[in-house]
C-alpha cells in the first residue's frame, strides 16, 4: 500500500505543526486534527491512507479513537501509528488491542516514522 495522505491527530499545536512540516519536507499530504473527537467524526471524508495519532488527548483518547476507527467499516482498514512522549510498554499492548498497527516515542524522528510506514 502506498501512503501518499497521512492524518496527523495530536492536541498539541506544537506537535501538530512540527509532524505536519516533517511529513511534507518528505513529500506527503498532511491533514492535521486537534482531537480524537474530529478524527472519527472526518476520517472517512478524508480518507487518509494513514493515522498518526497521539496517545493522550483530552477527550477521546488516542487509543479510544483507534478503537472507534477500527470498528467503522469505513475506515476500519486505514492504519494507524500512535506516539506518546511517554510510551511505555503497556502502551504497544493496549495499542495493538485497539487495533493500532504501532506505537512511536515522540519527538518522532523521521528515519523511525519512515521505517514503520514502509512496513504497512
Known amino acids: 500500500m502506498a501512503i501518499e495522505k497521512v492524518l496527523i491527530v495530536d492536541d498539541s499545536t506544537t506537535d501538530r505543526f512540527y509532524?505536519?512540516?516533517?511529513?511534507?519536507?518528505?513529500?506527503f499530504q498532511v491533514v492535521a486534527l486537534e482531537s480524537g473527537e474530529a478524527c472519527v467524526e472526518k476520517a472517512s471524508d478524508i480518507k487518509p491512507d494513514l493515522v498518526i495519532m497521539d496517545i493522550i488527548m483530552a477527550g477521546?483518547?488516542?487509543?479510544?479513537?483507534?478503537?472507534?476507527?477500527?470498528k467503522d467499516p469505513e475506515t476500519a482498514n486505514i492504519p494507524v501509528i500512535l506516539c506518546s512522549g511517554k510510551l511505555q510498554v503497556t502502551d504497544h499492548t493496549w495499542a495493538a488491542k485497539m487495533g493500532a498497527k504501532d506505537c512511536i516515542q515522540k519527538p518522532i524522528a523521521i528515519a523511525e516514522l519512515k521505517e514503520l510506514i514502509a512496513k504497512l
Do not use: D, I
Open 19 to 27: 509532524l505536519t512540516e516533517l511529513l511534507e519536507s518528505e513529500g
Open 60 to 70: 477521546l483518547s488516542g487509543f479510544q479513537a483507534t478503537r472507534a476507527l477500527n
